[in-house]
């Protein structure tokens, strides 16, 4: 329980991701390593954009469709363990979970009509895949609560706000938070698809790379999102410790 | 005063709790028991509106809870149960601060009055304040739990099984703590347990239920002596002289005039001993450390010989403990008196089983005056015959040819 046990982590973590903003506003770095594994390359760079650029654009969509993910997931995760939305359970778990099995590209050729190309169909392909950890996280966590607590807080009079608030997120936080990092993860990855239907991204080396035959495209954006998720990873693994109260600490 | 008047719960076909009424005295402990299913824990949770009564009133302090939101009810009464529910992400300090929180007190008002709480309870406070509830015994945890629900000291405190949960040393150690702080705050006290001994133990009054109905509410005494019924009988049990003694503690009869030296067995001779069955041995301080047996001393052994040197944590019993408890002690050491001893070993005086024997005696006496057929209030054709009962029950000897069956 120590303050350097807590520290020690969240330090590596934010340093982690320094160095990975630094690789990647290295484009001169990029150039002549792939220019060493793919001697053969006319051109070894993806000429579109920098690699900053495409994470930037990258970070864009990951940060809008996790972040509605979050503020519809969570939410509902709560309701459904409420008495008022306890009936409604079961569709939520059957929805989520049909949200994260129908294969996102058929999200994105299906939002395509409605939405058009661009940030938008995308949005909603991943904002529907990242449902399903969040939300089954969140209503695992609450259901975790010893019940004994909350009766106690109930007995000394606290209201259902207050229990929500004070007891039982403080308690569920860690396991919701797992959930949050899982979706988060998952989308990075995911979102490289979201180039498809022109919303860009670290996607765009990869399917532009498919398309012209050129290997060292589909290689910096499969290599700049892989490290991004592991940075992304960490650096939530870190919130979630620094959410996780003491007295829960193993 | 807390009244219940006609209150019943009803769940579609199950009624809970059937038209129970009773009320406890300012500063009572009354102990709801009964067996599992009998609506104890659903008429406890009745009084704080955890659960809303389906008819009838409840009434505290000349108040109907009814008018009452449930909110601000509940932070004026004690609630504790027997999983203790403390937070788990929160430190003791914090759990027990709970309520004087939520009643909005000043850090200034609850910060001493949390410390001043877990010395009433039997915790260190410099040691205990900043531990989480995984950092300690069930034991422990159950006397935080008692400190959060006095708190703001709430005049009505309702207990469900609190003591339950814990290995029946503790629990032991636990009830004694229980009746100490109860002598010293006087709280009106709802209890629930299926603990007979317990109930027998903490009680001023005994609820005794059975399928949501009251089956008889009075004093211990007059459920062991004058039991309403035969369910009443059967329930709390055949040793009914035994379960008296858990009502009477030893400084109710132990005598502080006993013999003792801090000069170990060179100050003790066949002389000194007078008429005394032991010459206890202390340190300077007072502190238990044994004692010379006088009988033996008298065969013309030596004192040294004669000496026994012991924990006073095993061989001695203190003020607080029943005399159920230190008859036990007795028999488990095989001597007719025990030391008595106060929390810190130092000796008080003694117990004696002639003293045990008086107290008993005293109830039977009683007992023993009712005139026939009273004495259990049982109609006789229900299962053992009266005689055989009279006698298992009373030790009391039939005239012959008096009982028929």
């Known amino acids: 329980m120590s303050e350097p046990r807590r520290a020690a982590p969240i330090l590596a973590a934010l340093a982690g991701a320094v160095l990975f903003a630094w690789v990647v506003s290295q484009q001169e770095i990029w150039a002549r390593v792939l220019a060493e594994v793919f001697p053969r390359a006319a051109r070894p760079v993806y000429p579109g954009a920098t690699i900053a650029e495409l994470t930037i654009e990258h970070l864009r969509l990951v940060g809008i469709s996790s972040g509605l993910t979050l503020m519809v997931g969570v939410p509902l995760g709560v309701w459904v363990t409420r008495p008022s939305g306890a009936d ?42 990242g449902m399903f950890p969040v939300v089954s996280n969140t209503v695992a966590g609450l259901e975790a609560v010893p019940r004994a607590a909350i009766d106690a807080a109930r007995g000394m009079g606290m209201g259902r706000a207050r ?25 990075i990855g995911t979102a490289t698809v979201a180039a498809a239907v022109g919303a860009g991204g670290l996607g765009d080396p990869i399917i532009g790379g498919i398309n012209v035959q050129n290997m060292a495209y589909v290689l910096q954006g499969a290599v700049a999102a892989a490290m991004l998720a592991v940075v992304a990873d960490s650096l939530l693994a870190s919130a979630e410790r620094l959410l996780t109260p003491r007295g829960l600490e193993a | 005063m807390i009244a219940l008047e006609d209150v019943t719960k009803r769940y579609d076909s199950l009624t809970a709790v059937d038209g129970v009424s009773f009320e406890v005295p300012s500063g009572e402990v009354c102990v709801l028991i009964g067996p599992s299913g009998c609506g104890k824990t659903t008429t406890l949770r009745m009084i704080n509106r955890l659960i809303e009564p389906t008819s009838g009133r409840i009434v505290i302090d000349g108040r109907d809870v009814m008018g009452i939101r449930p909110e601000e009810l509940r932070r004026h009464i004690g609630y504790v149960i027997q999983s203790v529910g403390l937070f788990p992400h929160l430190t003791v300090a914090e759990n027990v601060a709970t309520v004087p929180k939520l009643l909005g007190w000043e850090r200034s008002r609850y910060s001493p009055r949390v410390l001043e709480l877990l010395e009433i309870v039997g915790l260190d406070a410099d040691e205990y304040a900043k531990k989480y509830p995984r950092q300690l015994s069930g034991g422990q945890a159950q006397r935080v739990g008692v400190a959060r629900a006095l708190a703001a000291d709430p005049p009505l ?46 009680a001023d009054r005994i609820a005794l239920m059975r399928d ?45 005039d006993v013999l003792s030296t801090t000069d170990g067995t060179g100050g003790v001779s066949r002389e000194s001993c007078k008429e005394a069955r032991f010459f206890y041995l202390t340190d300077d301080e007072g502190t238990l450390e044994g004692w010379v047996d006088c009988h033996v001393l ?11 040197l012991v924990d006073w944590r095993e061989a001695a019993v203190q003020p607080d403990t029943t005399l159920k408890e230190a008859l036990s002690r007795m028999l488990g050491l095989g001597f007719r008196n025990v030391a008595v001893v106060d929390e810190r070993g130092r000796l008080l005086g003694e117990v004696s089983l002639s003293a045990i024997e008086r107290t008993m005696a005293e109830g039977d006496a009683h007992i023993a005056n009712l005139p026939e057929g009273e004495i259990l209030g049982v109609p006789p054709e229900e299962g053992v015959p009266p005689e055989a009962r009279a006698q298992l029950d009373e030790g009391v000897q039939p005239e012959e040819g008096e009982v028929t069956t």
Not at chain 1, 98 to 123: C, D, E, N, R, S
Not at chain 2, 235 to 241: I, V
Not at chain 2, 298 to 308: L, M, N, Y
Request: charged share 20%; no cysteine.
């Open chain 2, 298 to 308: 008298d065969a013309g052994t030596s004192p040294e010989e004669a000496g026994t």
């Open chain 2, 157 to 202: 405190l309702l207990m469900d099984e609190p003591f339950g949960a814990v290995d029946p040393l503790t629990r032991e150690r636990l009830q004694a703590e229980f009746a100490r702080i109860q002598r010293e705050l006087g709280k009106t006290v709802v209890f629930v347990t299926h603990d007979v001994d317990e109930a027998i133990r903490l």
């Open chain 2, 212 to 256: 949501g109905r009251l089956e008889q509410y009075d004093t211990p005494e007059a459920l062991l002596d004058h039991p309403a019924s035969k369910f009443v009988h059967d329930f709390m049990g055949a040793d009914r002289a035994l379960k008296r003694l858990g009502r009477a503690r030893v400084a109710d009869v132990m005598t502080s």
């Open chain 1, 88 to 129: 409604f359970r079961e569709v939520v778990a059957t929805a989520v979970d049909f949200g994260q099995t129908f294969p996102p590209v058929a999200v994105l050729a299906l939002m395509v009509p409605i939405l058009g190309f661009g940030l938008w169909p995308a949005v909603v392909a991943l904002f529907l895949y």
């Open chain 1, 163 to 187: 229990i929500l608030l004070s007891v039982e997120i403080p308690l569920a936080v860690s396991v919701i938070m797992a959930g949050v990092r899982t979706s988060v993860v998952i989308n």
